[in-house]
């Protein structure tokens, strides 16, 4: 298995605060994605980053923030959560990003739960 | 743009019969295409993939697929289910850097 882990795996938070996801890679792969999985729609990107400090919008980029500051982590923010935010959030990470065919790697997901 | 369409959101099977998975993409280039696996709280595990080489991708676990351009799907089978098959399929389609994942299938197996 690929080195990524999340943290944490499960929360549950109230609408209005702020919440930080954390994707940690032992692989030192440059590219690092954030997505959420709610039923019927598969994955979808939130954020993405192709190095330290760089990192572009995904197709459902609203109301999330992201940060790389170092190889090995990628943080997703939620500014001030809502229910709609309530889903599960999967870190991937890929070797050569920006190439047809190139798989990614997921973590194992975190479960969060906006009341 | 690309995109995916499962066209099963749930399939059961009998253990030891074969299990089929459709999945048709749209894209407007050569795509590349892959097949995830997903079992119960956990991640995403890559079963297969296609990039432009041999048109029957083989995979782990006993799992292939065959890219048909000029029907443009990428079905997913296995000649004889195990229960441990029993999870959610993902077919994805990608152009670039970006994955677009279809709505995923269900996959129960019976005894």
């Known amino acids: 298995d690929a080195g990524i882990t999340q943290s944490p795996r499960h929360k549950v938070t109230e609408t209005g605060t702020p919440v930080t996801l954390r994707c940690h890679q032992t692989?030192?792969?440059?590219?690092m994605y954030w997505y959420r999985q709610d039923p019927g729609h598969g994955l979808r990107l939130i954020h993405y980053?192709?190095?330290?400090?760089?990192?572009d919008k995904g197709e459902v980029s609203d109301g999330y923030s992201v940060s790389r500051s170092k190889t090995e982590d990628f943080l997703l923010t939620l500014e001030s959560a809502t229910s709609s935010q309530t889903s599960v959030y999967f870190c991937?990470?890929?070797?050569?990003?920006?190439?047809?065919?190139?798989?990614?790697?997921f973590g194992p997901g975190t479960r969060l739960t906006v009341l | 743009a690309q995109s995916v369409t499962q066209l099963d959101s749930h399939v059961s099977v009998s253990e030891g019969t074969p299990v089929l998975l459709r999945c048709n993409y749209s894209?407007?280039?050569?795509?590349?295409l892959f097949w995830y696996v997903q079992h119960p709280n956990k991640g995403l595990q890559l079963l297969l993939k296609?990039?432009?080489?041999?048109?029957l991708v083989k995979g782990i676990n006993g799992f292939e697929a065959e890219f048909k351009k000029s029907e443009t799907s990428f079905h997913l089978t296995k000649p004889s289910a195990h229960m441990s098959d029993a999870a959610e399929y993902f077919c994805?389609?990608?152009?670039?850097?970006?994955?677009?994942f279809g709505a995923g299938t269900t996959v129960t197996v019976r005894a």
């Open positions: 991937a990470i890929s070797e050569l990003g920006l190439v047809a065919g190139n798989e990614q790697f």
């Open positions: 692989e030192n792969h440059r590219y």
């Open positions: 980053s192709y190095g330290v400090k760089d990192t």
């Open positions: 894209s407007s280039y050569s795509p590349s």
């Open positions: 296609y990039t432009s080489a041999a048109t």
């Open positions: 994805v389609v990608s152009e670039s850097y970006k994955l677009s």
